[in-house]
């Protein structure tokens, strides 16, 4: 049985700032709203970012109008807090807000298992860490669903932990560290412990990206409203992920993308370490191995 999902991800409702166009936020939301009901999904999912902050105040009046635009939403909506949706707000004023659970979660869709992985996405700034931090807590819970899932894995996040190269990102060219977590090599191991195929899908980065590690393929989408690829207008990017023996997923917009591939069990073979760390190669080197 397949499984339809309407996705928007990065919507940045607010003020424009840098290559986001935040101004035409509230449009776009009544254009995806159109999009998803005509799709009819199964579900949608809502992949974070949905403001631009500002200020606590500003803030929670940014996110109740991205809140109240989704209400023209049919099908059931799973948010997920992007950095932007934490930098003056808490989880629970989220959760008031939108009416739902912020904590990780797993639920049954057709035949594939989607999991709702909603590690901690605010961005710390103290003089003792600047950055994202990936809570062990978090961790250990994605590797026992991975572990115990008994179908296919579709596994949802604002931050992708691809490790994918940033080289050509307005944003993260030059600031590789904040496209993802710090230990994100752990977050790559724990899914892959999954005896099942596993996809996942995420935001944050701005792009359509398509990266496969481990026999895992790992999709990031556009953002609603940036512009950096798109000349200066909103790319409007409207995702539809279909998830059956074969995985489809297409983002309509100004940055448009479609690919479509069969998802599998299959891992790879470990990576070498270091050619001047590993005893064999040091062995031929110097002779000692022919």
């Known amino acids: ?88 707000l808490d989880v629970s004023d989220n959760e008031e807000i939108l009416g739902q659970s912020l904590a990780n979660a797993t639920f049954d869709a057709g035949d594939w298992r989607i999991a709702l992985w909603r590690a ?78 596993v996809v996942c899908l995420s935001g944050h980065v701005h792009w359509n990206t398509i990266t496969t590690v481990d026999g895992i393929t790992h999709l990031t989408q556009q953002s609603l409203t940036e512009s950096f690829t798109t000349r200066g207008e909103p790319a409007g990017a409207f995702g539809l992920l279909e998830l059956g023996e074969t995985v489809s997923w297409q983002v309509q917009g100004l940055d448009s993308i479609a690919h479509s591939f069969k998802p599998h069990a299959d891992r790879w073979t470990p990576p070498l370490p270091d050619f001047n760390q590993h005893p064999e190669f040091a062995a031929r080197r110097r002779g000692d191995l022919k």
């Open 1 to 88: 049985m397949s499984v339809r999902i309407a996705v928007v991800a990065d919507i940045h409702h607010g003020k424009p700032s840098a290559t986001k166009r935040g101004d035409t936020a509230l449009e776009l939301m009544a254009e995806f709203a159109r999009f998803a009901n005509d799709a009819a999904p199964d579900f949608v999912v809502d992949l974070g970012d949905r403001i631009s902050d500002m200020d606590r105040d500003t803030d929670l009046q940014l996110e109740r109008e991205v809140a109240e635009a989704f209400k023209a939403v049919n099908a059931p909506v799973h948010h997920i807090n992007g950095n932007h949706d934490r930098d003056h």
């Open 120 to 197: 901690d996405s605010k961005i710390h700034r103290t003089p003792e860490h600047s950055g994202f931090i990936l809570h062990e807590a978090d961790l250990l819970w994605l590797s026992r669903v991975a572990q115990n899932t008994d179908k296919p894995l579709l596994v949802l996040s604002h931050v992708p932990v691809s490790g994918h190269g940033q080289i050509g990102n307005y944003y993260f060219e030059r600031n590789p560290s904040a496209s993802t977590y710090p230990m994100a090599e752990r977050a790559r191991a724990a899914l892959a412990q999954s005896r099942q195929p």
